[in-house]
């Protein structure tokens, strides 16, 4: 296989692009393709001072090195949220990835600021560790910004992980999920603004750009989000990609570009009702004097016994065992 | 040939040679969720891989939002 730019050995063949690359020119196409998604939607400007949410997974610390690698002045904020021995090497990625770019990192921990962790903000509160895990980090992320006084908020949301979420607001026809799911949501009401600019990129071109930059990464996957559902979409997609490259990004580019508009209106008329939480002061979708969701999460992870990560994953289990057998029955 | 597979991270050992996309559907692994890896360098899909070599196959999904 020879690279499409310049005919040389390629490293990578990408079906949807019906191109092959070697390394120097599949970053390249990497970077052009970050660059379109800034700039079509107005994300940054190169005077922004920006915070990136990283994991130590290979999106976030990949979207953090190309900003970098482009121009922009970004920081980044890491929440060690208690699931055992994979938050402890994912934190350690990413202090590495920050340590030896001398970028500046700053780390948030569940147990030591807040007094919990996910395991048990899970079972405290009965929902499902990825809704905790999910609702604490924008929490943590949007504070962070306001408090630091950043103009915008990066996530490493890519094109797999928008079109999974499509696909599941679509398979529920869930309108206002799907008005609001766009690449750049602005700042109001006490919100940082928060942008992706990944969405046009794969998770394969972002896990090959790790390699290809020599970015070390955590592979393994979180031991509580394996199998949800969120994956099982992703596989799905993966199905119909194989078939007919090109799918997924038609799918959800495509909807940008034609139905995003078309709901348009659903997303504006639904933004207004927001006061602040009489507790922590974040603005919270309740009525006046109300406590925001993060706030009540924590009061009553703080007031649970610690739960370890195996005791989630045996409960997970054996749900997924007795369904199995329902389903068999 | 050593293939190294994750989540959770096994060794198998392959008798003879194989193309990258040849041993990917062996392995029931679809080619867009996956990156195979020889020596920390990326292998396109058309590549050859020999016997004596060492590969990892990266699965690229991730679960978490």
Known sequence: ?329 | MKVILRNPRREIEIEGRRRVHGLLAELGLPRESHLVIRNGTLVPGDEELDKDDVIEIRPVISGGM
Request: with cysteine; glycine share 8%.
């Open chain 1, 1 to 329: 296989m020879k690279c499409r730019t310049c005919r040389g050995p390629a490293i990578i063949d990408l079906p949807r692009h019906n191109a092959n690359f070697c390394a120097e020119h599949f970053l390249q196409m990497c970077r052009r393709q970050v660059e379109k998604a800034i700039h079509d939607h107005q994300m940054l400007n190169k005077s922004d001072r920006i915070l990136v949410a990283v994991s130590g997974g290979k999106d976030s610390l990949a979207v953090w090195d190309m900003l970098i690698d482009l121009g922009y002045q970004a920081d980044g904020l890491y929440v060690a949220l208690g699931i055992g021995e994979y938050s402890e090497e994912s934190r350690g990625y990413t202090e590495r990835f920050a340590d030896e770019r001398g970028l500046k990192l700053t780390v948030v921990s569940l147990r030591d600021d807040y007094g919990y962790d996910i395991p048990t903000a899970s079972r405290a509160t009965g929902r499902v560790p990825c809704s905790a895990c999910g609702m604490s980090k924008r929490h943590l992320f949007d504070k962070a910004a306001i408090d630091g006084g950043y103009d915008v908020v990066v996530t490493g949301h890519n094109l797999d992980d928008e079109a999974a979420v499509l696909f599941g607001n679509a398979l529920r026809w869930d309108v206002e999920y799907l008005a609001r799911q766009l690449p750049v949501l602005p700042s109001r009401h006490g919100f940082p603004k928060k942008v992706k600019p990944l969405i046009r990129l794969s998770e394969r071109e972002m896990a090959a750009w790790c390699v290809v930059r020599g970015i070390d990464y955590i592979v393994d996957e979180c031991p509580i989000a394996a199998g949800n559902k969120h994956i099982g979409f992703k596989e799905a997609l993966n199905v119909l990609e194989d078939k007919s490259p090109g799918t997924k990004a038609s799918y959800y580019l495509g909807f940008l570009d034609r139905m995003a508009p078309v709901l348009a209106g659903i997303a504006a008329s639904g933004a207004d009702s927001v006061t602040p939480c009489m507790r922590c002061g974040a603005p919270t979708g309740g009525e006046e004097g109300s406590v925001c969701a993060f706030c009540r999460l924590v009061e009553r992870s703080v007031a649970h016994e610690p739960v370890s990560v195996e005791l989630i994953l045996k409960k997970s289990r054996s749900q997924k065992r007795a369904q199995s057998e329902v389903a068999q029955s």
